[in-house]
T-cell receptor, first 115, second 112 residues
Framework: EAEVAQSPRYKITEKSQAVAFWCDPI?????LYWYRQILGQGPELLVQ????????DSQLPKDRFSAERLKGVDSTLKIQPAELGDSAMYLC?????????????FGSGTQLSVL | QKEVEQNSGPLSVPEGAIASLNCTYS??????FFWYRQYSGKSPELIMF????GDKEDGRFTAQLNKASQYVSLLIRDSQPSDSATYLC????????????FGKGTKLTVNP
């Protein structure tokens, strides 16, 4: 069964350091999402790509966060510098663009701890 | 701000009972509604979706939608301990980018 691949599974870093997360969506899924989920909260959309283009990054803290999907396939989310408040689960998800229905397939996530 | 509200619980039911999970949303123009299940430490998994007013049944799960009241619910019949998880309501808000907004989730515990 096709899955969304994410790495690393866990990341521990010190504040002010740079961190990067990688995501490979299900083959053929043109839409890719990065969500952040704080413990006890629902996922919050950070950025949405349609192929290689950003569709929505209104909630992305652009002073420290960046995201790219250069070839419209895999994607990288970067935080520089990391802050204590960035500790959360970072979830990547993908969907078929023609579906346009919100049926997202999530990866296993990256649990980030900033010390 | 477009919001999705859920009772955070926790909701506790005995095995075999019906669990009822509720959700309200602020955007009257929303058209698509989803329930995701999230086990502790795992990522969300889609279990139900509904687009039209009324009920939609899939096995032990029934989703109910009332657009006039801006209300969507999930019923789980014959609840099992394996149903113990957090249930996230998600709504596809209008705006062109098909933005999916999640509620905070309701934690359900099914007691044997």
């Amino acid at each position: 069964e096709a899955e969304v691949a994410q790495s690393p599974r866990y990341k521990i870093t010190e504040k002010s350091q740079a961190v990067a997360f990688w995501c490979d969506p299900i083959s053929g899924h043109a839409t890719l999402y990065w969500y952040r989920q704080i413990l006890g909260q629902g996922p919050e959309l950070l950025v949405q790509f349609q192929d290689e283009s950003v569709v929505d990054d209104s909630q992305l803290p652009k002073d420290r966060f960046s995201a790219e999907r250069l070839k419209g396939v895999d994607s990288t989310l970067k935080i520089q510098p990391a802050e204590l408040g960035d500790s959360a689960m970072y979830l990547c998800a993908s969907s078929l663009s023609k579906d346009r229905s919100g049926k997202l397939f999530f990866g296993s996530g990256t649990q980030l701890s900033v010390l | 701000q477009k919001e999705v509200e859920q009772n955070s619980g926790p909701l506790s039911v005995p095995e075999g009972a019906i669990a009822s999970l509720n959700c309200t949303y602020s955007d009257r123009g929303s058209q698509s509604f989803f329930w995701y299940r999230q086990y502790s430490g795992k990522s969300p998994e889609l279990i139900m979706f509904i687009y039209s007013n009324g009920d939609k049944e899939d096995g032990r799960f029934t989703a109910q939608l009332n657009k006039a009241s801006q209300y969507v619910s999930l019923l789980i019949r014959d609840s099992q301990p394996s149903d113990s998880a957090t249930y996230l309501c998600a709504v596809n808000m209008e705006g062109g980018s098909e933005k999916l907004v999640f509620g905070k989730g309701t934690k359900l515990t099914v007691n044997p």
